[in-house]
């Protein structure tokens, strides 16, 4: 098994997501919709895990507070995700393309 460290695994999601984008934009499926959300999650839960780890030191701020700020990551992280498979299970879908073939009322 091939061990990764955290900014290769960054980098291998990246690339992964623009083509889970694709699929999604052309195939809009619960499948695709579900990976693209959790892809989407993880990448964004890893980006705000560095800032937080990087701006929010405990030599600033009492010791606590990144420990704090940390798992408020967790659960802003987690209820996007919740409200993402929301969207997805109610069939409003969070794909684009439903988005552009959307046409305005007359």
């Not at 098994?1 to 960054?10: D, I, Q």
């Not at 209820?79 to 069939?91: A, K, M, P, R, V």
Request: net charge neutral; charged share 15%.
């Amino acid at each position: 098994m091939v061990h990764l460290t955290p900014m290769n695994a960054k980098r291998v999601l990246s690339v992964i997501l623009l083509g889970i984008f694709l699929v999604a934009l052309m195939f809009s499926s619960q499948a695709d919709d579900t990976l693209s959300a959790v892809s989407i999650v993880i990448h964004q839960y890893w980006v705000l895990k560095v800032t937080v780890t990087d701006y929010v030191h405990p030599i600033l701020f009492e010791a606590a507070v990144p420990k704090i700020c940390h798992d408020l990551l967790l659960v802003v992280s987690a209820t996007n995700l919740e409200g993402q498979f929301y969207f997805i299970h109610n069939d409003i879908s969070i794909a684009i393309r439903k988005i552009w073939l959307t046409k305005p009322k007359p």
